[in-house]
């Protein structure tokens, strides 16, 4: 069974940065599409970010600007760089593997998350 273990979450106010990643047991990464997905409360889950495997991207409306997808291949990785956060942005960030850039997941299995609070 595969594992996701996601990172960097934090506080921060309006405006600031924040860089999350998501390492993946084994090499699942390698061969497949990843994404990032957020929850925030009361809300379903929805797909932000995601990135091929030759690095094609796809941005859903509202971070399209602020953030930025990216992977390692190497490390099993895979980071998203959010910049000119808003709270909106607030939310539990997980990540997983996609069956296309649009989603959905290709299994049911999440990570911990990590949680992000964007709050003056």
């Known amino acids: 069974q595969v594992q996701f273990v996601e990172s960097g979450g934090g506080l921060v106010q309006p405006g600031e940065s924040l860089r999350v990643s998501c390492a993946a047991s084994g090499s699942i990464f390698r061969i497949f599409i990843v994404g990032w997905y957020r929850q925030a409360p009361g809300k379903q889950r929805e797909l932000v970010a995601a990135?091929?495997?030759?690095?094609?991207?796809n941005y859903v409306d509202s971070v399209k600007g602020r953030f930025t997808i990216s992977r390692v291949n190497a490390k099993n990785t895979v980071y998203l760089q959010m910049n000119s956060l808003k709270p909106e942005d607030t939310a539990v960030y997980y990540c997983?593997?996609?069956?296309?850039?649009?989603?959905?997941?290709?299994?049911?299995?999440w990570g911990q998350g990590t949680q992000v609070t964007v709050s003056s």
């Open positions: 990135i091929s495997t030759g690095g094609s991207t």
């Open positions: 997983n593997v996609l069956k296309s850039l649009d989603g959905p997941s290709v299994n049911d299995y």
